[in-house]
Every structure is written in C-alpha cells, then in structure tokens.
C-alpha cells in the first residue's frame, strides 16, 4: 500500500519543502554553539520553577493533570494580560488567546488565512521556522528587505504599488519580527512602524508581529506595533520562551475578537494544561519586573563580550550590525560562502547557522551568518570568536 497516495494535494507539497529544522547544524560535543537562540541555562529559573510545582501539586493534587486543568490557567491569562498592560497593550479576555508556545500561534494564524493562492509577505532575512509553517500552507511569497533600521517600508510600498498596477495579489498578511529580530539583531524604527500600519490600511493587509524578544530590551524599546494598531489589524503573538523557560511551551496571540475565536476553534483543546498551571503559579510567586532586569543586564553583557570580540579576532573586512536587545549578532563576511565556511568552524569547534537558512532565495544569504551570544558563557563566546576568526581568515586566503 502506498500511504502517500491518502495525502491531502496541501500535504503532497508541503512535503516538497526541506525538512522541519534542516538549518540546525550538527554540533559535535564540546563544540561551542553560537548557534544556539536559548536562553543562558543558569539564567532559567530551575529552582523557582521545581517550587512552584511542588506547590501546585501539594495544593491541587491531580487536577492539573486532567483535561480542564488547573483554575490557575486562568491565572496565567490574568499574569499575560499584566505584562502587555505594561507593553501599553490593552486586551480583553476575547482578545488573547494562550497557545503552545509561538510557533503554535503562528501556525493557527496561518491555518485560518492561508489558502493556495494566498500571497504572504515576508522579510527577508526572516525567522526560518515561521518561513517553514507558512510553505505548508502556501508558495506564494513577496519577500521584502531588512537594513539596520528593520523592514525597508518604502521598499514594500514600492512593491505594492506595482502590483496593483499591474493587478498582481496582493498579500493578505505580513509577517514581521519588528523588534530585535531573528536574525539581524535590527529594530524597525518608530517612523518605519507607523509607515507600515498606514500600508496596512491603504492596501488592505494584516500584519502578523512576532514579539519573542520584546522584553529583552538592553536600555529602551520602542512601542510595539500592536500598541501603535488603532484599527485592528495586527495579530501579536509573544512567548514566555525566552525569558523564562522553552520547553513549557507558553505562546499567546492577541488579535480582535473574532480572529481570536477563529483561532481558538482550530486549537480546540490542544493545550498543554499542566505547563499552564506550574508556568501561572511560578509567575504568582515571581518579581517579574526584577527577573527582566536581570536578564536585561546579562544580555547585554554577553552582547557587548561577543562585539569586542568580534573587533578583536574578525579580519577587518567582516560587517555586523550591533543589537539593542535580544539574543542575535548578524555578520556578513563578502565573498565567502557560509555554508561551505561552517563545515570547517565545526571541525574547528565552533557553531553558528549560515545566512542562507533565513532566506527564502538561499542565494541571497550565502555571505551571512547569524551568532548566538544567549546560551554560552561569556568565556565560551570568547573562545568560540577566536576560532571563528581563524577559520575565516584561512578561508579569506
């Protein structure tokens, strides 16, 4: 029997795509991974969390482990609300929707706007897993470039005049990661931001913000294009991944009412009520605000060792573009093919994902290369430049 021939024709092509995470590189042991965007390990709150669970279940007993859950879901809403209220996102119960993780919202956005024919408009570099979700859905793309001041507004105008001129489809959404984004480490400015929303109005599109690293600020953050959205049309998703833990998988997706109840009758109940419930009692019993600050402060350490070392070891030719928050350093080295260039930093011992991963044209990424400054240690980021730096000078030969 031939199971593929059961397959939906949307599931046939998006079986044509590369393989879910295919741009992870192979890191041998003690290999020093630049590549990795988690957090630092000391930095997640092991101790905290193990408390607030062993207080759940003191409490709770097997509740939090049946279907319906804990009250404390409830909580966790009432917890996420707060931090956007601080975000000076103002949401009602029927504006957010908790999900697993970001990816899930993303994909559930995806599920109710995407059919075959929907063009999507994309940045470009942009975060590679949300790229996969949308080719699942969709091959149609417009994609559109990313300089040190985030997405080029005036370019995707450009863009969107010319295809009403000539009766091309115009996207039905956008996808963004305006600030600190994966994986340039660039923030879109306050004046690109109110360009964009005024595009959305003008040509009728929705704009999908992905907020993953909004809070990770190093000294201030502009307001979020859901804060500055006075008419509806941007779906805000943010996660708890990157400040607290991942593999609680905690997303949401704020958006108007009635995407929200879309969105929730394809999630059904596909929640993960326990990690709800430990994630809601950990945040009860936490001074969120002071653990931002911590984090805040450890980034940027971090950040400024891997750009001093950068300076130090990377030949003079090599470019990047330095952060203001989040966990990415963006390098482009002119000449060098970063694909073939990581097969030697492994052997090297040192890891980092090529450029070509975030493209939807791969040939427009091969001079690029995406650093992790989050997850190793300061001395770790030292000695991982250091070879890095080797390696390319070999190669630049």
Same mark, same amino acid.
């Given at each position: ?7 939906? =024709? ?21 290999? +020093? ?12 709150? @092991?101790?905290? #969390? ?17 279907? #319906?859950?804990? *009250? ?7 917890? +996420? ?9 103002? @949401?009602?119960?029927?504006? &957010? ?24 408009? +994309? $940045?470009?570099?942009?975060?590679? $897993? ?10 149609? !793309?417009?994609?559109? *470039? ?8 005036? =370019? !995707?105008?450009? +863009?969107?005049? $010319? ?14 990661? *305006? ?18 929303? $005024?595009?959305?109005?003008?040509? %009728? ?9 909004? =809070? ?5 953050? #502009? ?11 941007? /779906? ?56 931002? %600050? @911590? ?17 130090? !070891? &990377? *030949? ?31 052997? =090297? ?46 190669? /630049?030969?």
């Amino acid at each position: 029997m031939n199971i593929e021939s059961f397959f939906s =024709e949307n599931t046939k092509k998006a079986l044509e795509n590369n393989p879910p995470g295919e741009w992870m590189p192979e890191t041998p042991n003690k290999c +020093i991974r630049l590549s990795s965007g988690f957090p630092e390990p000391s930095l997640v709150p @092991v101790t905290e #969390l193990k408390k607030a669970i062993v207080g759940l279940l003191e409490e709770e007993e097997d509740l939090p482990f049946h279907y #319906l859950g804990s *009250p404390r879901m409830a909580n966790l809403k009432r917890q +996420i609300q707060k931090r956007l209220v601080e975000r000076q996102i103002d @949401v009602s119960d029927g504006e &957010l929707l908790i999900t697993s993780g970001a990816c899930q919202a993303i994909d559930l956005i995806a599920r109710i706007l995407i059919t075959n024919d929907t063009t999507v408009a +994309i $940045e470009a570099p942009t975060y590679m $897993e949300a790229l996969e979700i949308f080719q699942n859905y969709t091959h149609n !793309f417009i994609s559109i *470039p990313v300089d040190q001041f985030g997405l080029q507004t005036l =370019e !995707f105008e450009k +863009i969107l005049v $010319e295809r009403k001129g000539k009766g091309l489809p115009l996207p039905r959404f956008l996808y963004t990661i *305006p600030t600190f984004q994966n994986p340039t480490g660039t923030t879109m400015t306050l004046h690109r931001r109110q360009h964009l929303l $005024e595009l959305a109005s003008e040509y %009728n599109f929705l704009i999908l913000e992905d907020d993953a690293y909004g =809070e990770l600020f190093f000294d201030k953050c #502009l307001l979020s294009l859901k804060a500055l959205d006075k008419k509806g049309r941007v /779906l805000h998703v943010g996660s708890l991944s990157k400040v607290v833990a991942p593999g609680l998988r905690i997303g949401w997706v704020v958006g108007p009412s009635k995407s929200i109840t879309a969105l929730a009758w394809f999630k059904k109940d596909l929640d993960h009520p326990f990690s709800q419930a430990a994630m809601a009692t950990y945040l009860d019993n936490t001074d969120f605000q002071l653990r931002l %600050n @911590v984090l805040r402060g450890r980034y940027r350490t971090k950040c400024e060792v891997l750009i001093l070392a950068l300076e130090k !070891f &990377l *030949p003079k030719s090599v470019s990047w573009h330095i952060p203001e928050g989040g966990y990415f350093v963006w390098i482009k080295i002119t000449g060098v093919d970063t694909g073939g260039l990581l097969t030697k930093a492994l052997l =090297e011992g040192v890891s980092f994902v090529p450029g070509k991963h975030f493209f939807l044209d791969q040939n427009a990424g091969k001079e690029f290369l995406r650093l992790s400054f989050s997850y190793s240690s300061e001395k770790e980021i030292v000695q991982g430049i250091k070879k890095l730096g080797k390696v390319v000078k070999g190669y /630049l030969k």
